[in-house]
């Protein structure tokens, strides 16, 4: 059965940090990940996906992510963190089978000035 | 337009009132989802709907009855619920299909709060 995992509950960095969330999925075959970021009381918004091809996707905001099948991670990363991107950060993988996603527990992302 | 619309933003209900959630999407997609989403937590799945019939159920209780009237829309009955069916609840659509890899666009939500 499919299973995301995302091991930090909440990530504090400077603006101007670099920054990567951390995302670990468990999956039998090839898997189709994807990122989305929540503000507070708002929708999920999809920041980047993966599907096949190029491991290292570029999203939207400044995001991109890595695929590396070899670690089971789908990291999400962002050279200079911006103060609006303050939020919490959902690592999803398709479900195969039915039409669905599965969520890991997210990342909430706080960001000091 | 890749817009998912919920009405209302805000919902505060008794346990006795019946109450509906609406959604609607025109990006064509034949896959529509509820979601329920506590604080702090991730997205729960409910109920998906897939050409307008409903696929899956997530063993939610009957107070809760979605419908999908067409391909655009997507409503959520609510009926004799309890204070602990407080949280966002959050529609979405996708392209059908079971391939698992289309990508979910989202609505804002709809804060319901039962008294």
């Known amino acids: 059965a499919q299973s995301v995992t995302q091991p930090d509950i909440h990530i504090t960095v400077s603006e101007g940090a670099s920054l990567e969330l951390r995302c670990n999925y468990s999956?039998?075959?090839?898997?189709?990940l994807f990122w989305y970021v929540q503000s507070p009381g708002q929708g999920l918004q999809l920041l980047l996906k993966y599907f096949s091809g190029d491991t290292l996707v570029q999203g939207i905001k400044g995001f991109e992510a890595e695929f590396k099948r070899s670690q089971s991670s789908f990291n999400l990363r962002k050279p200079s963190v911006h103060w609006s991107d303050a939020a919490e950060y959902f690592c999803?993988?398709?479900?195969?089978?039915?039409?669905?996603?599965?969520f890991g527990t997210g990342t909430r992302l706080t960001v000091i000035p | 337009d890749t817009e998912v619309t919920q009405t209302p933003k805000h919902l505060v209900m008794g346990m006795t009132n019946k109450k509906s959630l609406k959604c609607e999407q025109h990006m064509g997609h034949r896959a529509m989802y509820w979601y329920k989403q506590k604080a702090k937590k991730p997205p729960e799945l409910m109920f998906v709907y897939s050409y307008e019939k409903l696929s899956i159920n997530e063993s939610v209780p009957s107070r809760f009855s979605p419908e999908c009237p067409n391909s655009s829309l997507l409503n959520l009955h609510l009926h004799a619920l309890q204070p602990e069916d407080s949280a966002l609840y959050l529609c979405?659509?996708?392209?059908?299909?079971?391939?698992?890899?289309?990508?979910?666009?989202f609505g804002p939500g709809t804060r319901l709060t039962v008294t």
């Open positions: 999956y039998g075959a090839t898997p189709y």
């Open positions: 979405a659509s996708s392209q059908a299909g079971t391939s698992g890899g289309y990508e979910q666009y």
């Open positions: 999803a993988v398709g479900r195969t089978g039915a039409n669905n996603l599965f």
